[in-house]
C-alpha cells in the first residue's frame, strides 16, 4: 500500500509540474489559430527630411484587416509623407514602420520589390506610361513581377471589367478622361489583389460626380478583403463615406475617429446614399450601363485579396 501510495504521489506531481496544454511546443492554441498582426502599424514614426523640415512626428496607429480608413489634413500637413513611410520611398528618424507585423525599414534593400508587390498604390498624378495602351499599362504591373502570358491574359481583362474600362482597352493615356485615367491606375494597383491598397488624394483632380464613382471603386475592393488607406483632403467626401477617420495637423495625429454601427452596403446602395447625400445626380460611375455591380446578379464571384 505504501509503494502505491509513493507512486500516486510521483504520478500527481508529474502531472501538476507539467505547463498547461496549450504552452506545450509545438501545439497550436485551443481554437487552431494564431492572432494575425494589424496590415500596418505605425510606432512614434517621426520623418525629418533634409533641411530640418518635420514631415510627420511622433505618428502611432494601427491599421486592421479588410479596414477602410482615411487620413485627412491640409496641404503639406504629412499625409503624402504617411503614404511615403508605408512604401518605404521615405523612412523615419525614428519610431516602426510596421507592415503584417513587421518592421520595413528593417528590410535588406533587395527585399523591396517584394514589399511593395504587396502593396498597391494610386497617386493623384496616375502616373500612367503614355506610350502604353490602357491593357498595356496594367499589364505592365504583373510582368515586373514575373506574371506569365497566360496570367495577364486571364487578370487584365477581369480587373479593366471591375473597373468599368473593359470597352478602353486599347485607347491611350492621352485618350481618356481623368477619371478613366484614375481607374486604370487603379487597375493597375489592384491587379495582383494586394492585401493593402493605398491612394494618395485619388479625386483630387476630378469632378464630383466622377470621385463618386472612385470611391465606389475603392469601397467595391474594399468589400473584396483588401485594407484600404486613403490620403484626401476631401472633407464632404469623407463625412459622407462613414469610415473611420484620422487627422493630421502640422505632422503630428490629432484625431483618430472610428465611424462604427452603418449597416453593411452594397456597391450600388453606397453609391446611391452617397450620391444622395451630396446633392449629385445619379449616373453610372462604374461599369457600362447596364452592366451588373457586385451584389446584383449576373455577377461571377468577387476575387478575394492576398494574404
Known amino acids: 500500500m505504501a509503494l502505491l501510495r509513493t507512486r500516486a504521489r510521483r504520478r500527481d506531481r508529474a502531472v501538476r509540474d507539467q505547463p498547461p496544454r496549450r504552452e506545450r511546443r509545438g501545439d497550436a492554441p485551443s481554437d487552431g489559430t494564431e492572432p494575425r498582426p494589424p496590415i500596418v502599424e505605425l510606432r512614434d514614426a517621426t520623418v525629418v527630411y533634409p533641411g530640418g523640415h518635420v514631415g510627420v512626428e511622433r505618428v502611432s496607429f494601427a491599421l486592421q484587416r479588410g479596414e477602410f480608413a482615411f487620413v485627412v489634413g491640409p496641404t503639406g500637413c504629412g499625409k503624402s509623407t504617411l503614404i511615403k513611410m508605408l512604401i518605404r520611398e521615405v523612412e523615419p528618424a525614428s519610431g516602426e514602420v510596421r507592415i503584417a507585423g ?160 452603418y449597416a453593411d452596403e452594397s456597391t450600388s446602395e453606397f453609391a446611391l446614399r452617397v450620391r444622395a447625400e451630396m446633392g449629385v445626380g445619379e449616373g453610372h460611375t462604374n461599369g457600362e450601363p447596364g452592366e451588373p455591380l457586385d451584389d446584383e446578379p449576373g455577377e461571377p464571384d468577387r476575387p478575394r485579396a492576398g494574404s
Open 102 to 261: 513587421r518592421d520595413i525599414n528593417r528590410l535588406p534593400n533587395g527585399r523591396l520589390p517584394h514589399l511593395r508587390r504587396r502593396i498597391g498604390t494610386v497617386f493623384q498624378d496616375f502616373k500612367l506610361l503614355p506610350n502604353r495602351s490602357v491593357y498595356d499599362n496594367v499589364a505592365y504591373a504583373l510582368q515586373v513581377t514575373g506574371g506569365g502570358r497566360r496570367d495577364i491574359g486571364r487578370k487584365v481583362p477581369e480587373i479593366l471589367r471591375l473597373v468599368g474600362l473593359q470597352g478602353k482597352v486599347h485607347s491611350y493615356p492621352d485618350q481618356l478622361s481623368g477619371g478613366e485615367q484614375q481607374r486604370v491606375s487603379i487597375a493597375r494597383a489592384f491587379v495582383n489583389h494586394p492585401p493593402l491598397l493605398l491612394a494618395d488624394e485619388p479625386t483630387g483632380n476630378i469632378d464630383p460626380e466622377t470621385s463618386i464613382g472612385i470611391m465606389q471603386l475603392l469601397y467595391r475592393i474594399n468589400r473584396t478583403g483588401t485594407t484600404v488607406f486613403v490620403a484626401t483632403h476631401d472633407r464632404e467626401m469623407v463625412d459622407k463615406m462613414r469610415r473611420r477617420v484620422m487627422a493630421l495637423d502640422e505632422g503630428r495625429l490629432v484625431r483618430d475617429e472610428a465611424t462604427a454601427g
